[in-house]
């Protein structure tokens, strides 16, 4: 039987980039504040958060433009850059983390009375991407789950939730984390997969034949870009 061939370097640019706000996770809702929303009780805390956010976005935007300049280079020289990027994006989510924690201690999960939409968002974002520690994103996703209504946006907790489950080894719920195999993505192993549509639907998600096919969108055009650049 032929074996699956499975591609993590591709598709580690493009989840990256999709949990980042640039696919399908964000694309359903808008985060824009209201000119009618309250300010948050936390501004500099906020501010802080968005800020931490972009530099989040920044440093996986290296690995992309990695592999756009990385067509004809010797592969020792893209693994050599590939490692090198890694290290700063490690210490970018290290450094988001720690800092994350304390503020979490002081404030409790930062909600969106606390520090608004957005910086709620943000703050949701570096968790998701704080794989180094998943003790860490299993006690936010707590803290997520037990915060007042409408203090979370019951997507990110479904992201967040199948994050954690993939890094114990076990069945997502929502299908959001995916792998590609052989040229295609699909997603993880998932409870009831019979259910996983209606469990997407439950929480905001689209249909998860339309959330591939926004993957295979997304990645096939970045590498028609890529071809399109050489």
């Known amino acids: 039987m032929k ?3 499975k ?4 598709l580690l640019l ?3 980039l999709l949990s980042c706000g640039t696919g399908p996770a964000l694309a359903q809702r808008p985060i824009a504040e209201s000119p009618a929303v ?3 009780a936390q501004p500099e805390l906020a501010a802080e958060l968005l800020k931490r956010m972009e530099e989040d976005q920044a440093a996986r935007r290296l690995f992309t433009d990695l592999y756009k300049q990385s067509q004809g280079k010797p592969k020792e020289e893209i693994e050599k850059e590939q490692v090198e990027l890694t290290k700063k994006l490690q210490a970018v989510d290290n450094g988001n ?9 002081r404030y409790g999960w930062p909600g969106k009375s606390l520090v608004g939409e957005q910086a709620a968002h943000a703050a949701w974002l570096l968790v998701q991407h704080a794989d180094a520690d998943p003790d860490f994103q299993e006690q936010c996703l707590e803290q997520m789950k037990a915060a007042a209504p409408g203090e979370v946006v019951s997507i990110d907790i ?3 939730t199948d994050r954690v489950l993939v890094a114990r080894g076990r069945p997502q719920v929502y299908g959001t984390q995916c792998e590609e195999v052989d040229g295609r993505f ?8 019979e259910a996983l549509d209606q469990r997407r639907k439950d929480v905001g998600l689209q249909p998860i034949k339309e959330y591939l096919q926004v993957m295979e969108e ?12 050489k």
């Open 3 to 5: 074996t699956p061939k």
């Open 7 to 10: 591609c993590s370097f591709t």
């Open 14 to 16: 493009l989840l990256s």
């Open 38 to 40: 309250a300010a948050p």
């Open 97 to 105: 983390r720690l800092w994350l924690s304390e503020k979490i201690k």
């Open 158 to 160: 479904a992201y967040l």
């Open 186 to 193: 699909q997603p993880r192993a998932c409870i009831e997969p």
């Open 218 to 229: 997304v990645y096939h055009a970045r590498e028609t870009q890529t071809k399109r650049e």
